[in-house]
């Protein structure tokens, strides 16, 4: 296992080892990783569909080599599906059981009260640990070693799903009932949660979270993420579609290319023997960009222009 406190001696030591894995990232990034580390907090990362904010949690994981544990977050999430149930199944396999030994367990038992005093055992028994089911929010308190927690687009969860994060996210344990308080082992996760801004994030979550925003990488930064992700890609072509790519965000579009599709795009070249732009070339494979109809509609006539422009920049 590495070493981590190492590898997070300074935002410069971090934002090498992010750039080993092939994670291009602003000082602004490296910075919220490292403070996250130092103190213990959590991360609140915003930004656009498409900048890398679920890649920051997964590399994070990977650098550190610690386990990555994922919440996707959706309407309706609940603590059934984000911090434990119960296992109903087992319990009732067990009640059958009961029911069959029902004498042999109040065999010799004196009065009403005795017999419910024995019955009521066998009620703690059926909701402690043995029949606990662990979800992902309180497997991720129980790693001893540590993990990276990724809480996946918490703003598509419902605002009670957001009261249900406050204390695990300001003293790393969940209280429950049954059993009592549930606290970090060890090592307390690093905890990101994304956020692609579709609503507002409560002030209390907000408060208990550094904030992280990603934006859209500039030209430098983006050509940067193309050579880690597709090296082989010559360095004009590289130039010419991160250009093309820029100059496509620009317009009104519904769904803007997110830089994995940028990725993708540069791979679709590269596959394509392409050396260089051009006009009937990106038209073939605009759908590898847009994943609208009306998006590539709407681009068509822009198409000789923008190609134009990424050629002679």
């Not at 199944?89 to 009260?113: I, N, P, S």
């Not at 402690?128 to 089911?133: A, I, N, P, R, V």
């Not at 059993?179 to 994030?201: C, D, H, Q, W, Y």
């Not at 997110?258 to 679709?268: C, F, G, K, L, N």
């Amino acid at each position: 296992m590495p070493d981590i406190a190492k590898m997070a001696e300074s935002v410069e030591a971090l934002k090498a080892h992010f750039e080993e894995h092939r994670y291009i990232c602003s000082d602004q990034v490296a910075t919220a990783v490292y403070l996250a580390f130092h103190l213990r907090k959590p991360v609140l990362v915003e930004g656009p569909p498409g900048v890398g904010k679920t890649e920051l949690a997964k590399t994070t994981s990977e650098m550190f080599d610690l386990p990555l544990i994922r919440l996707q977050c959706y309407e309706g999430l609940d603590e059934a599906k984000a911090i434990y149930e119960w296992k109903y199944g087992k319990q009732l396999l067990y009640t059958q059981v009961l029911k069959e030994t029902l004498d042999e367990v109040l065999q010799g038992a004196q009065g009403f009260a005795e017999s419910v005093g024995r019955l009521h055992e066998f009620g703690d028994i059926f909701f402690s640990e043995e029949f606990l089911e662990p979800r992902p929010l309180l497997k991720a308190l129980r790693e001893e070693d540590g993990c990276v927690l990724l809480i996946d687009e918490v703003d598509k969860s419902d605002h009670e799903f957001e009261s249900l994060l406050l204390e695990i996210l300001s003293d790393y344990q969940v209280s429950i009932p049954e059993i009592g308080t549930v606290k970090a082992t060890k090592e307390p996760p690093m905890v990101f949660l994304t956020s692609n801004n579709t609503r507002e994030i409560s002030d209390a979550l907000k408060r208990r979270c550094l904030h992280l925003y990603i934006p859209f990488p500039d030209v430098d930064i983006e050509q940067r993420i193309i050579h880690a992700r597709v090296p082989d890609i010559p360095e004009e072509l590289r130039r010419q579609l991160v250009t093309f790519i820029q100059e496509l965000r620009d317009l009104d579009l519904k769904k803007v290319p997110a830089i994995s599709e940028t990725i993708d795009w540069a791979r679709t070249l590269l596959l394509l023997h392409t050396e260089t732009l051009d006009p009937q070339l990106v038209r073939d494979t605009l759908n590898v960009i847009l994943k609208f109809q009306e998006d590539i509609e709407n681009v068509d006539s822009e198409i000789t222009a923008i190609t134009s422009k990424a050629l002679k920049s």
